[in-house]
């Protein structure tokens, strides 16, 4: 039986008519249809339900009711009871002051008015939260009291957004749009996406905060129209907002509430794989990601900005690929505490790494947030999987011991490797210039049979591949770069920094005669040796 099949007649003719004569033409939240609702051509007309809420919820639950008549559903008279009304047998229904009322409007409701939406958002990974929740996810069950896994912690968001309703529909949309206001400007802000989508766990909001968009919208955002009407144009924006790449409109491009349609890698994964959600090749979203892009940048220079991130999101993979291999030779040892993947110290850093650092690193690849890659993802990650290797030695692993023995620069190489020459930005004496690898034999061979090999398994196109090829022909215009080739400053420059070298070092010599009660230790550095 379908959602509020209970509800009367006229309620479904009411919403027939708001559908045809309020949104008609509405694509995405972000539509026009929206911007046209602040003045309809035909209000609908309150029915005396809706009046008698009004006046009722006006004494009792006043801001409640400032939020509806603020709100465009309001100035189309689009009233409590069009989401409200209930039948008798709905799950959630409610004898209230005479009439029967849904308790909790879910998304069902919300698509008798906005079906495409509706269909749009359940082909999307955000409807898909929910299922987490449903045994698949076991952090968020055993690991975690069963109170935090309800709406305390994970849930709040997983079955928040894909909650599963007790008449097996799916979804709540008050999860991003306010209750009652509905406020288009609010929704479009990137705070709202912040709510989910933040933290050492996540790091997408961090990682935008750090990039040049966030520091343009940071300046810029307060003054911007947010009520804009959508569609297939150039949003009015000095900079992208989250809703800019992953819903709103462009041109050649609708608006949408499928947040993965122009997504194509998963990211929140172990491993990064190229997403084939809804069974669509990746490369059909990677062009509809860069329709947004070239509405600022340059068609050479985001496909130049993708190769360089693709590569170094599929770098991830062969950091974590080594470390499940170790468990699983610890496993076979009985070196872990448990077969269970998150109980033992070796697998809470395993988690840590592709869970909370390795998503910070490729989150940042992807919203280009420099700082938060290096501080809070890869930094962190490579200490991490240090560490990781230094216990599976003290468990005995062969190949841990001899790594943790090494005394030499090349042991950091102990996964394959990524790479490209030249510089994104643009030419750079600098870019290249002197690196301990590039200096090695057969490093460039090794790189181009990777990322051939990558490309052999559809990882990255037959256009990135061939882009590489080129750009692989100009390195040697980076490489190995000498005082000749630098701007006049450079010798200053250098003078003020073995300056710089030159106080620390005398800093660090210095005995202070004031020395601790406990002196071995601190008299050590100044043993002569």
């Known amino acids: 039986m379908s959602h509020r099949s209970e509800k009367s007649q006229w309620i479904s003719l009411m919403v027939l008519f708001v559908m045809v004569s309020v949104f008609l033409g509405m694509s995405g939240s972000f539509s026009s249809a ?149 406020s288009l400007e609010q929704v479009r802000k990137p705070e709202t996406c912040k709510r989910c989508h933040e933290g050492m766990d996540h790091g997408n909001w961090e990682s935008y905060q750090n990039s040049k968009h966030g520091l343009v919208y940071f300046d810029k955002g307060s003054k911007w129209n947010w009520n804009y009407a959508s569609g297939e144009k150039v949003v009015p924006f000095d900079a992208p907002v989250c809703a800019t790449c992953h819903m709103s409109g462009a041109p050649g491009l609708k608006a949408t509430h499928n947040v993965s349609e122009r997504s194509s890698w998963r990211l929140a994964s172990p491993i990064s794989f190229r997403s084939k959600w809804n069974d669509e090749n990746w490369q059909v979203k990677r062009e509809r990601m860069e329709k947004v892009c070239v509405q600022c940048h340059a068609e050479s220079f985001t496909k130049r900005l993708f190769l360089a991130t693709d590569l170094g999101v599929y770098q991830f993979n062969e950091v974590f690929k080594v470390f499940a291999k170790l468990r699983g030779s610890m496993n076979e040892k009985g070196a872990l505490t448990s077969e269970n993947d998150d109980d033992d110290p070796f697998d809470i850093i395993l988690r840590e790494v592709w869970h909370d650092t390795g998503r910070v690193y490729r989150a940042s690849l992807m919203h280009f947030g420099p700082n938060k890659n290096e501080a809070y993802g890869y930094s962190p990650m490579t200490y991490q999987t240090y560490e990781l290797i230094e216990m599976a030695a003290e468990k005995g692993i062969p190949e841990a011991e001899k790594w943790a023995h090494e005394n030499s620069k090349d042991k950091v190489w102990f996964f394959p490797w990524f790479d490209y020459g030249g510089s994104i930005w643009g030419k750079s004496n600098i870019a290249l210039t002197n690196n301990y690898w590039y200096k090695k034999p057969g490093y460039w061979e090794s790189v181009r049979k990777n990322v051939e090999f990558i490309y052999s398994k559809g990882i990255i196109s037959k256009e990135q591949w061939e882009m590489w090829n ?19 400053q450079h010798d200053d420059y250098v003078r003020q920094i073995q300056g710089a070298k030159d106080q620390q070092a005398e800093i660090m010599g210095w005995q202070l005669p004031g020395s601790p009660m406990f002196k071995d230790l601190w008299e050590m550095g100044y043993k002569k040796k």
């Open 34 to 182: 929206h911007a046209d609702a602040r003045k309809p051509s035909k209000k609908i007309g309150l029915t005396k339900a809706d009046k008698d809420c009004i006046e009722c919820h006006g004494e009792n639950n006043p801001g409640m009711v400032r939020q509806w008549k603020n709100s465009m559903h309001s100035k189309a008279e689009v009233g409590c009871m069009s989401c409200h009304k209930a039948g008798e047998k709905d799950y959630d229904a409610m004898d209230h002051n005479g009439y029967t009322v849904a308790q909790t409007p879910n998304a069902a409701d919300c698509a008798k008015c906005h079906p495409k939406q509706n269909e749009e958002f359940l082909k999307s990974r955000h409807a898909i939260l929910g299922t987490h929740g449903q045994g698949l996810d076991p952090n968020m069950n055993w690991r975690k009291p069963p109170i935090y896994g309800k709406t305390m912690g994970c849930s709040s968001c997983h079955a928040g957004m894909g909650n599963y309703w007790p008449d097996k529909t799916l979804g709540d949309c008050t999860q991003c749009h306010n209750k009652h206001d509905f």
């Open 470 to 488: 080129e750009w692989d022909k100009t390195k040697d215009e980076y490489v190995n770069k000498t005082a000749k080739d630098f701007p006049p």
